[in-house]
C-alpha cells in the first residue's frame, strides 16, 4: 500500500478512511528547504492545500526512476501551486477535488454580497466605536439587482441559484461553457459583465489569461444604478485566487 504525506492538514474521518485501506499517513508539513533536498522522495504520494507550492523543481527533487512521489492530490480547485505540466512529463498524476467545498463557497460567497450590500462590516465596526451610523450606513436589497458571475462551474451554478432566489437577475461569462441555463443570460463578452451589472462575483481559476482581469478599466464601466432604479453602488466579491483582481 501507500505512504502518503499530507502537507496542509486533513480531516480525522479521511485519514482513518485512508488508513483503513492500508496506506501510511504521514500528516506533517514540509518547507520549500526539504521539500527540495528531496524530503518526500520516501512517499508515493503527497496531499496538498493551497500552503504548500510544488514548482518545477521541488516536483524533480522529488520524483525519481525507482521512487518518490507518483501522485499529487490537491485538496481543493485551483492548481495553480503545482507545475502540472512537470509532473505530468516525470510521470505524476495531478488530481484535483472540484465538488469538494462548493456548498461552502456559494454559501460565503452569498454572504459576503449581502455585507457589502448592508454595509454590515462597516456597521460593526462603528458600532464597537460607540458611533450609531443607522442613515449614513443605510444598505440596499439585492432582490432586483443584476448579478454578474464570471466563470460559471459548480459554485457559481450555485451562487446563481440563490440569487436567483433572491429576485436577482443573473449573468454569466465563461468562454469553457457552451451550454444555455434557464434564467440564466450567457455573455461573450467579459466588458458586457461589468456594464450591466452592480454586483460581481469572480469563480475563474487563475491563469496567464485571467491574471490581472478584473481592472480597473474594467470596474469603471460598472453602472452603481441597480436594474430596479435604485443607486446601490458596486459590489464585486471574489471568493477565488487573489491575482484574478
Known amino acids: 500500500m ?4 499530507v502537507t496542509d492538514g486533513m480531516s480525522d474521518e479521511a485519514v482513518q478512511m485512508l488508513e483503513k485501506q492500508g496506506h501510511e499517513v504521514v500528516l506533517r508539513h514540509f518547507s520549500e528547504g ?10 508515493d504520494a503527497v496531499v496538498i492545500r493551497s500552503a504548500t507550492k510544488l514548482p518545477a523543481d ?18 481543493g480547485v485551483g492548481v495553480d501551486n503545482i507545475d502540472v505540466e512537470v509532473a505530468t512529463k516525470q510521470g505524476i498524476v495531478v488530481c484535483n477535488t472540484p465538488g469538494a467545498s462548493t456548498r461552502s463557497v456559494v454559501e460565503i460567497t452569498i454572504g459576503h454580497l449581502i455585507a457589502s450590500t448592508r454595509h454590515i462590516a462597516t456597521a460593526d465596526r462603528s458600532l464597537r466605536n460607540g458611533n450609531w451610523a443607522k442613515k449614513e450606513l443605510r444598505g440596499t436589497e439585492i432582490g432586483g439587482k ?3 458571475l464570471i466563470g460559471f462551474g459548480r459554485i457559481a451554478r450555485g451562487v446563481a441559484e440563490v440569487g436567483r432566489s433572491f429576485g436577482m437577475d443573473i449573468h454569466a461569462y465563461d468562454p ?3 451550454d444555455m441555463f434557464e434564467g440564466v443570460t450567457m455573455h461573450d463578452d467579459v466588458d458586457d459583465i461589468f456594464s450591466l451589472c452592480t454586483h ?8 496567464e489569461e485571467t491574471r490581472n482581469l478584473v481592472n480597473i478599466e474594467r470596474i469603471s464601466k460598472m ?3 441597480g436594474a430596479d432604479g435604485i443607486d446601490c453602488g458596486n459590489h464585486i466579491v471574489s471568493c477565488a485566487r487573489g491575482g484574478i483582481v
Open 2 to 5: 501507500a505512504r502518503i504525506a
Open 34 to 43: 526539504e521539500i527540495s533536498s528531496g524530503s518526500l522522495l520516501e512517499f
Open 58 to 75: 521541488q516536483i524533480i527533487a522529488s520524483a525519481s526512476s525507482d521512487g518518490g512521489i507518483r501522485f499529487i492530490g490537491r485538496a
Open 146 to 148: 443584476r448579478l454578474g
Open 176 to 178: 469553457f461553457v457552451e
Open 200 to 207: 460581481v462575483s469572480i469563480h475563474c481559476n487563475l491563469t
Open 223 to 225: 453602472p452603481g444604478i
